[in-house]
């Protein structure tokens, strides 16, 4: 699935992965290819992606994700 994370200044990062860990606001979740569409309020804590490079963590203050025919949006603090 294609992922993009967003903050206000610039993108850090926008590619392929195989499974995406969020901090979401009423618990940790998942994502994985063929997800249901979904919007969700995310907390301080670790974005981890699963690559074909291995695992990539990112660190955000908070934000908001939105899943939707395997594209994955996140506008980060």
């Known amino acids: 699935m294609q992922i993009e994370i967003l903050t206000a200044d610039k993108s850090i990062f926008n590619g392929e ?14 994502v ?24 990539q963590s990112f660190e955000i203050s908070g934000g908001v994700v939105e899943v939707l025919k395997n594209k994955v949006m996140v506008l980060a603090e």
């Open 17 to 30: 992965a195989t499974l995406a860990n969020f901090p979401g606001k009423d618990g940790s979740f998942g």
């Open 32 to 55: 994985m290819n063929d997800h249901a569409p979904m919007i969700a309020a995310l907390k301080k804590g670790n974005i981890v992606l699963t690559t074909s490079n291995g695992e």
